[in-house]
């Protein structure tokens, strides 16, 4: 898989092009599986959009998708299981979730083959691609995701971050002892080092994003890596994605459902914001069973 895709949901474009906003999650597919879905109508059978709650229709005028290489250190998981636990136990996948979904691993399309994967709460990577699909069958390149520091590109314009920073998702570069928030660009030779507040060092420079930036050649990087923490909310697994505290001073943890399983999220309210994908926020008090994996790869294409 080199190029995949995902349909986006308006709201979470909107928080692309005016917010910064710079993560994904939830059902993907390989583009070129799909390269023959060219309208709204056609992307809404190959991303399975009419999931309940969606704000798609097969007449929109428009779809936007992402599309953006694959990395290594991406956890996709085979799309298989079933609409509740009778049809998931026939194909002994984990999944339980909302039609159109099927559980097959594939999408519902006659006459075609089109794999179905769900991916994990990821920061966007380098060189993602936000395009919009109209209905008759044209596209318009809406923004780049240049990297960490730059951020969403549109027309070669940065669009300001407000949002929230997070270094519990994406790519880190230890350099000179430090954890740095950073990027690989340039084919895996340099590395975007990338801060929220200024530094000491004066070799970084702002950005129209609001960040300080620093580019150093890939071999001064003593690792590079990306940390993957998971715990546990009244028996729900979730990938750890943010902290903030709140008014009262009280540290707070929102995470990402990755136990997929539709009934048990829905049944303790998370937050659905796309098919498959449910969020919560909750004192980080109240989590138990904390654990951390480090994902890296062997080498690092752009």
């Not at 999944?95 to 099927?102: L, M, S």
């Not at 929102?254 to 909750?282: C, F, P």
Request: glycine residues 10%.
């Amino acid at each position: 898989m080199s190029l995949i895709q995902k349909a986006i949901t308006p709201q979470l474009s909107n928080a692309y092009l005016t917010a910064g906003w710079d993560r994904v999650s939830g059902f993907v597919v390989e583009a070129a599986t799909v390269a023959f879905a060219t309208t709204p109508a056609q992307l809404f059978d190959v991303h399975a959009l009419g999931f309940p709650g969606s704000p798609f229709s097969p007449e929109d005028p428009f779809v936007d998708v992402i599309r953006f290489p694959a990395r290594g250190t991406m956890r996709l998981e085979k799309a298989i299981g079933g609409v509740d636990q009778k049809t998931r136990a026939l194909t002994g996948g984990p999944f339980v979730d909302r039609p159109p979904f099927k559980g097959t691993g594939f999408a519902p399309v006659p006459g075609h083959i089109v794999p179905v994967w769900w991916m994990r709460h990821t920061r966007v990577v380098p060189n993602t691609q936000l395009v919009r699909v109209f209905a008759d069958g044209t596209e318009k390149l809406l923004a780049v995701f240049a990297n960490i520091a730059d951020g969403w590109l549109v027309d070669g314009e940065p669009v300001g971050r407000s949002t929230p920073f997070s270094r519990h998702v994406g790519t880190l570069a230890k350099w000179n002892g430090m954890y740095l928030t950073a990027d690989v660009i340039d084919q895996g030779r340099r590395i975007v080092l990338a801060t929220h507040s200024e530094p000491t060092d004066e070799r970084f420079v702002r950005t129209g994003r609001g960040m300080w930036k620093y580019v150093i050649p890939f071999e001064e990087a003593e690792e590079v890596m990306e940390l993957d923490i998971e715990a546990v909310w009244n028996g729900l697994e979730l990938r750890i994605v943010d902290e903030s505290v709140d008014a009262d001073g009280t540290k707070l943890s929102s995470g990402s459902y990755v136990g997929h399983n539709a009934d048990l999220a829905e049944g303790l309210r998370l937050v659905k914001v796309d098919a498959g994908v449910y969020e919560i926020t909750v004192p980080t008090a109240m989590l138990e069973g904390f654990r951390s994996t480090q994902l890296s790869q062997p080498s690092w294409p752009d």
